[in-house]
């Protein structure tokens, strides 16, 4: 018996490359933790948060998303967070996730490096023993601010790296992506790079292809966050299908973001079928409307992707990971079981 295309993708192994942990925050627990930490919202329901959730671009979701952090103070939100996102993910069959964070929106509070990495990495941590979820952190540079406080926080979090050596693979670039180019972040990247921390960076999401060559030639990165704009430039094309540079597609997000104003015209599917390694992620579900697989059957519906297309997504995810061969090998064969017998 043949499953639905909802159950199809519900089983499938998949993995979350592109997952904001602060972008996972529900209005739900948003109001629980300013509760816990006196803060006062400027919102006097959920159901006003979720109203103001009618974002017109990338800066306007970034107002809500920052006034939202502020409830985040001790290691346990941290943690409730990080926790919160993983039962999400495990129900989703998501089997490994490399999640975002921001250290710069938190230490800026008076927050410490140390409740955030602590607080992110406990909850991972029992996910890998409760679930058999793996992960990794990615600590991201805030680019409306300034290289020289990239540089500090990233100096800031080698005291810690030893502590979290499990968990911290790389480091990446988010926030305002308009007249904040890759090339600003060229000297804090070949620290990182020296330091043997993978690197990828946001680019190409409503930034020109340009960011995208900027992120490759200028920060070379292994990944490129979003790059849904290459498909502008044939030559940056052909280079991304020639090097299988992996791109983290997060069709909601950009359809919530107005990069696309219909799913229906978004280009995950054209770039697929041309041979660019892209994979799906959520970006930041609770502000986006969905977690992985709300963004898998969303994209299969309106895009109208096959079965075998569903399964390239899911292992174009493995193959982009940061993990050993052996790893990627492993989960591969579980992807390849589930197509054979579904
Ligand atoms: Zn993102």
Redesign the pocket.
């Known amino acids: 018996m043949t499953i639905s295309l909802h159950d199809f993708i519900r089983g499938l192994p998949k993995a979350e490359l592109?997952?904001?942990i602060e972008?996972s925050l529900e209005p739900e627990l948003m109001f629980a933790l300013a509760q816990r930490n006196g803060v006062t919202l400027p919102y006097a329901s959920v159901e006003e948060v979720r109203a103001a959730y009618a974002f017109s671009d990338l800066q306007s979701f970034l107002d809500l998303y920052y006034a939202g952090a502020a409830v985040l103070q001790s290691e346990q939100d941290f943690f409730d967070l990080t926790w919160a996102y993983v039962q999400r993910a495990v129900a989703d069959n998501v089997r490994h996730v490399e999640l975002?964070f921001d250290p710069q929106t938190h230490t800026v509070r008076g927050v410490s490096m140390t409740t955030v990495f602590s607080g992110i990495a406990r909850a991972l941590r029992q996910a890998r023993q409760a679930h058999g979820l793996t992960s990794g952190m990615i600590l991201c540079f805030l680019r409306h601010l300034s290289e020289d406080e990239a540089i500090a926080t990233l100096e800031e979090a080698l005291l810690l790296r030893e502590q979290y050596a499990d968990l911290w693979t790389g480091v990446g670039l988010?926030s305002g992506e308009v007249g904040n180019p890759p090339e600003k972040f060229s000297r804090v990247y070949a620290r990182a790079r020296e330091l043997v921390f993978h690197v990828v960076a946001?680019a190409g999401?409503e930034g020109p292809p340009a960011y995208v060559w900027g992120a490759l030639d200028g920060l070379q990165v292994e990944r490129i966050?979003?790059g849904v704009r290459s498909e502008e430039d044939s030559t940056l094309m052909q280079r991304l299908v020639h090097s299988q540079m992996p791109l983290?597609v997060?069709p909601l997000?950009n359809l919530k973001l107005c990069v696309v104003k219909d799913l229906r015209q978004h280009n995950l599917a054209r770039m697929l079928r041309a041979g660019v390694c892209v994979t799906i992620?959520s970006?930041?579900p609770a502000y986006f409307g969905g977690y992985m697989n709300a963004n898998f059957i969303a994209s299969a519906e309106a895009l109208q992707l096959t079965r075998e297309e569903l399964v390239q997504l899911a292992r174009n995810s493995f193959s982009a990971a940061f993990a050993t061969p052996e790893q990627k090998q492993q989960w591969l064969a579980e992807v390849q079981a589930y197509q054979d017998t579904h």
């Open positions: 592109h997952l904001h972008g975002f988010d946001h999401e966050d979003h983290t997060c997000s992620n970006d930041d």
